[in-house]
């Protein structure tokens, strides 16, 4: 059975104990040496001071001088006794005792060599003598005229030192245990606080959330942005940058982001979103948020982004083809019914009749579009604009083709036009069919100039809010209210743009009735190569 390892948390907090363990002793070591090394060199001084103190009786020096050895004796005994010093001994020039603590000791000699003091110097030392282990301070003995008769060694016993060192010891002990609860306190509280910042997950796990991370992140098709519990981006990979089209830096309140107003209020509101579908610059996204919590914890959100720009103008034109494909099946049973007449005319022998009734066919309006349609040349915006006619109707509403309307070549950009054209006569026919005035009514103007194609849709219905015409065209805007609405402004001018054009909002020639929605789309035509025809001459 294999053992399971110890958690890095706790290998972290035996550690810093280990090495707060380590350094306390390692300076109270250093601290007790100190205080015995300065404890020491503070007796060796005491008794310094106190043999010079001695040695200052000039007094003292004629006794010693005069061979009074009682007069030596007594002195050296009172200021051992006023000093409270293990000895103050007294020799003569040739190192032999005067007076000493021990009687026995009187008149042998030193057990060192008192040549060096008796030269006249001073000497500071921790020696072991006849009274056992003592700081010791000797200084020569002089007379008036400082001739050097003798020394004066006082030595403090070294027990003292050692009372002294124990109690200052006992105190930085005590300050180094309560300094080791400290630190060690503080560990513990700090591996409980990486513990917390980590997520109770160990190192190994970390390194491999972040190689998932990096994989995931840089390896998906999908733009990621995550931000924190404080509403700062936390994560943003390079393919959310390349959809938002935009810098995001690491750490930057996601209120500030410039991004679409619905993903803002997204990442703001926090709450779960699926297939939102918004627009950003030239792209078509469908946006997904979702909140992140572990342990009851908020750890913020992540949005997801995709790219529908392609899937959008593949869903525009298959609308388009879906329209012209109604368009063509309504009017097969009326051309149909026509190929009838003119079989039975023709089979009866009634040809001038066959002639007349071809003539008037001929002469007719395409689709229901009107007179105009002649105009326009593309068979794809003539079998689009007949198919929402169809739907118009249906609605009661009745869309015509203006009659100004003129349109020489076909177009060579179908899916941004039918966008443009689409999303502004479907807004029209919604503000017609809403709107107070009777009859509702839409009116497409199609002008060509060069290979640039001039839009206009006017609707008869109760025109743009004031408050909203500056706002129209952005996502989420709408004068019809409603969550999901003001996205088809916002993709006709994506659309428009693209191509290098504009859509935008103008005023009624006569100040009332409905909006007036223009649009300026180049090089969506193709260029004029054939004769100018009569209706392009008159122009």
């Known amino acids: 059975m294999s053992r399971r390892p110890m958690r890095f948390a706790r290998q972290a907090l035996l550690l810093q104990i280990g090495l707060i363990t380590l350094v306390t002793a390692i300076g109270f070591l250093l601290v007790a040496s100190l205080l015995d090394r300065n ?13 010079r103190a001695v040695a200052a009786d000039t007094g003292l020096a004629g006794a010693v001088a005069g061979g009074a050895q009682q007069a030596v004796r007594d002195e050296a005994e009172r200021a051992r006794e006023a000093t ?22 009187i008149g042998e000699h030193v057990s060192t060599d008192p040549r060096w003091v008796l030269a006249g110097h001073e000497v500071v030392n921790v020696q072991r003598g006849t009274l056992g282990l003592s700081a010791r ?20 016993d070294a027990q003292h030192i050692e009372t002294a060192l124990l109690r200052l010891i006992a105190t930085s002990a005590a300050f180094a245990g309560g300094a080791l609860l400290v630190g060690v306190a503080g ?14 997950l160990e190192p190994h796990e970390l390194a491999e959330l972040v190689r998932q991370r990096e994989a995931v992140l840089y390896g998906i098709g999908e733009g990621v942005l995550a931000v924190d519990a404080g509403g700062r981006v936390s994560v943003c990979n390079r393919e959310a940058e390349r959809l938002l089209d935009t810098r995001i830096e690491t750490g930057s309140p996601a209120a500030d982001l410039d991004i679409p107003p619905r993903l803002r209020e997204v990442l703001l509101a926090g709450r779960p979103v699926s297939n939102l579908i918004t627009v950003s610059g030239d792209r078509v996204l469908v946006a997904g948020h979702r909140p992140v919590r572990r342990d009851g914890t908020d750890l913020g959100g992540v949005l997801t982004l995709r790219d529908r720009t392609d899937l959008e103008a593949l869903s525009q034109e298959l609308e388009s083809v879906r329209g012209m494909t109604d368009t063509l099946r309504a009017q097969r049973h009326e051309f149909t019914n026509r190929l009838h007449t003119l079989s039975g005319l023709l089979q009866t022998e009634r040809h001038q009749e066959a002639v007349e009734y071809v003539q008037a066919l001929s002469t007719g309006s395409i689709a229901g579009l009107g007179p105009a349609a002649d105009a326009v040349r593309d068979p794809y915006l003539v079998a689009f604009l007949s198919a929402k006619k169809a739907g118009a109707l249906e609605r009661g509403v009745e869309l015509e083709l203006g009659e100004t309307s003129w349109v020489p070549t076909a177009v060579v950009a179908p899916v941004e036009v039918v966008t443009v054209v ?15 005035r009777r009859p509702a009514r839409v009116e497409v103007d199609l002008l060509a ?10 609707d008869s219905g109760d025109g743009v809010p004031e408050a909203l ?10 004068s019809k209210g409603g969550g999901n609405r003001g996205l088809g402004l916002a993709l006709c001018r994506q659309a428009a743009r693209s191509l290098g054009g ?16 223009v649009a300026v789309l180049p090089g969506v035509l193709e260029s004029a190569t054939g004769p100018v025809d009569e209706r392009e001459a008159k122009l």
């Open 469 to 478: 015409r500056a706002r129209i065209f952005t996502e989420g805007v709408s």
């Open 137 to 156: 301070g000797k200084v020569p003995l002089r007379t008036a005229d400082g001739t050097v008769v003798g020394q004066v060694s006082v030595g403090f």
């Open 39 to 51: 404890l020491t060199d503070q007796y060796g001084q005491r008794a310094l001071g106190v043999a």
């Open 187 to 200: 560990a513990a509280w700090l591996t409980r606080v990486l513990k917390r910042r980590t997520l109770g």
């Open 449 to 458: 100039d060069g290979t640039a194609l001039h839009v206009s849709v006017v």
């Open 422 to 436: 689409g999303n502004l006569v479907d807004n029209a026919i919604d503000a017609a069919r809403t709107g107070s």
């Open 84 to 105: 409270g010093a293990l000895f103050v001994v007294v020799t003569d020039r040739d190192g032999v005792r005067l007076s000493h603590p021990n009687p026995d000791e």
């Open 502 to 517: 504009d859509v935008r909002l103008a005023e009624p020639e006569d100040g009332t009735g409905g909006a007036v929605f």
